[in-house]
Nanobody
Framework: QVRLVESGGGFVQPGGSLRLSCARS????????MGWYRQVQGKERDLVATITPRGDTISADSVKGRVTISRDNAKTTVTLQLNHLKPEGTAVYYCMTGIQYYKFSSGYVELWGQGTPGAVPS
């Protein structure tokens, strides 16, 4: 069974940094983009940053200049570093990976982790 497991969440003081890791277990045929999203209670899940297999990154305007996303060459781990955190950064952070399970699977599916909380007290 293919799974994503996030780690690294917790309390961070305003102005501090959050470093999150997401590890994929189980083998797949191909990996598309990998990324992080976050969801504030009562709101929709929003993009934080993504990275393509080629290494191209996209980040939300709200975190530009404060975020670094990276992955390992095997594309099994994606890491998010978010600096200068603000109280509005309090959310549950979710890892996502676009995967093609088998060579003859039709297209990619989005696999999500269970989420890890990041809390920035005001």
């Amino acid at each position: 069974q293919v799974r994503l497991v996030e780690s690294g969440g917790g309390f961070v003081q305003p102005g501090g940094s959050l470093r999150l890791s997401c590890a994929r277990s189980g083998s797949v045929f191909s990996v598309k983009r990998m990324g992080w999203y976050r969801q504030v209670q009562g709101k929709e899940r929003d993009l934080v940053a993504t990275i393509t297999p080629r290494g191209d990154t996209i980040s939300a305007d709200s975190v530009k200049g404060r975020v670094t996303i990276s992955r390992d060459n095997a594309k099994t781990t994606v890491t998010l570093q978010l600096n200068h955190l603000k109280p509005e950064g309090t959310a549950v952070y979710y890892c996502m990976t676009g995967i093609q399970y088998y060579k003859f699977s039709s297209g990619y599916v989005e696999l999500w982790g269970q989420g890890t909380p990041g809390a920035v007290p005001s």
